[in-house]
Nanobody
Framework: AQVVESGGDKVQPGGSLKLSCVASDFLLRNYHVQWYRQAPGKQREMIASITYLGGNIFYADSVKGRFTISRDNDANAAWLEMTELKSEDPATYYC???????????WGKGTLVTVSP
């Protein structure tokens, strides 16, 4: 069982990207999903989260109004749509699934986002 992120790329400032998190061999519908990011030399920080039914969503102040987290439990996937990307957004972005009831949590290996002219 795992989650796999994709969609990272190099974009210009002000650009947009949509990251995907696809779960395999377990039902993402029973898990809350968080997106974290970690820039070189910095701690990993949680930037967005969505509960297992999608009823509660959280954004860090640094991304509020620019990033949107979503999920489709039938697709066993979640997404992070990023707009107005800034110079402070480059990082490796990680998907993390935490059980709503019981079970293991899952970290992906990350996808790299680069923002430069």
């Amino acid at each position: 069982a795992q989650v796999v992120e994709s969609g990272g790329d190099k974009v210009q400032p002000g650009g947009s990207l949509k990251l995907s998190c696809v779960a395999s061999d377990f039902l993402l519908r029973n898990y809350h999903v968080q997106w974290y990011r970690q820039a070189p030399g910095k701690q990993r920080e949680m930037i967005a989260s969505i509960t297992y039914l999608g009823g509660n969503i959280f954004y860090a102040d640094s991304v509020k109004g620019r990033f949107t987290i979503s999920r489709d439990n039938d697709a066993n996937a979640a997404w992070l749509e990023m707009t107005e990307l800034k110079s402070e957004d480059p990082a490796t972005y990680y998907c993390h699934a935490t059980p709503a009831f019981q079970g293991l949590d899952y970290w992906g290996k990350g996808t790299l986002v680069t923002v430069s002219p």
